[in-house]
């Protein structure tokens, strides 16, 4: 497919124990997309250094088109620890490359390219980067879908920075662990997740936002009703990039014309295979990747 969909953010190596892989959720949902057929683009920064070099090569051999800058701050890691659920727990490096991503001409000619776009809440932790992000939403075509995925991470958030994503956004996509944040800043802390969520829809006029629940199931919510599904059960060999896997899968069902809980089946279906590789970017069985085609 032509339609070109960006992920904008951070793009980093996830460092465990034993060995590094390639991470940073907008870099993992612009992989998956190009997985289902679309035109997707990974969008952030990395350092003249070794690891910048490999995350290119990486890249490029994963076929992922990218538009990546080099700066001179160092490029991301994050050090992750799994718990013995496989649930990562992350200390992420700060000021990085990824923390200041510059605003090309050629970051403008994509934006202006761009079907839809995917960026989180950790990218904006940083003024560079946090401007970037802010003016490549504003260049976007009328129509683009704007996808925020809050992906709130340690401290590095604020209320202010989630309110303006919010109001930018078309598409929220949040979990459960995050549903408690939104509670404690709003003072909604008497609502259940559901109400949480319709809130949240109304109160920003988003026109869907999805509630990733772990081992509990997922919902959809838009003005029309309510999709839940159950979290099929499987043997996890870790969870990194597991939601992303479930945004991007959602966005392409979605952007194919299937109707929300065809969508909601199939994001579920993609999060659980994902769930049973290790890695972020793991290749999609071949029944997922010919889904669309």
């Not at 009328?142 to 401290?155: E, M, P, S, T, W």
């Not at 069902?253 to 793991?282: D, I, R, W």
Request: overall charge negative.
């Amino acid at each position: 497919m032509n339609k070109i969909i960006v992920g904008l953010g951070e793009i980093l190596w996830d460092v465990f124990p034993e060995r590094k892989v390639l991470g940073g959720a907008p870099a993992n949902f612009a992989y998956h997309v190009s997985q289902f057929g679309f035109n997707g683009y990974a969008l952030s920064a990395v350092g003249d250094d070794f690891l910048g070099r490999e995350i290119i090569s990486s890249l490029e051999e994963k076929n992922l088109n990218y538009l990546i800058e080099t700066t001179d701050y160092p490029t991301g890691t994050v050090q992750v620890t799994l718990s013995g659920a496989g649930i990562p727990l992350y200390e992420i490096c700060e000021n990085v490359a990824w923390d200041n991503i510059p605003f090309t001409n050629r970051t403008g000619n994509l934006a202006r390219s761009t079907a839809a776009v995917c960026f989180g809440s950790l990218a904006q932790r940083n003024k560079t980067s946090r401007e970037t992000i802010r003016k490549f939403l504003k260049t976007v075509p009328a129509d683009c879908i704007k996808i925020f995925d809050i992906n709130l991470r340690q401290h590095f958030y604020s209320k202010s920075i989630i309110e303006e994503s919010l109001e930018i956004a078309d598409v929220l996509k949040i979990n459960d662990d995050e549903v408690k944040v939104i509670a404690d800043l709003y003072g909604w802390n008497k609502m259940d997740e559901q109400e949480i969520c319709i809130q949240l829809l109304k109160k920003f006029t988003l026109d869907i936002v999805v509630l990733t629940r772990g081992t509990d199931g997922s919902f959809v919510f838009n003005s029309e009703g309510t999709s839940y599904q159950p979290t099929p059960k499987v043997h996890v060999a870790d969870t990194v990039g597991a939601g992303d896997s479930f945004t991007a899968a959602f966005i392409a069902a979605y952007m194919n014309g299937k109707l929300l809980t065809e969508a909601h089946q199939f994001a579920v279906e993609v999060s659980a295979y994902v769930c049973q590789q290790h890695g972020a970017m793991p290749k999609l069985a071949d029944a997922h990747i010919e889904a669309f085609r």
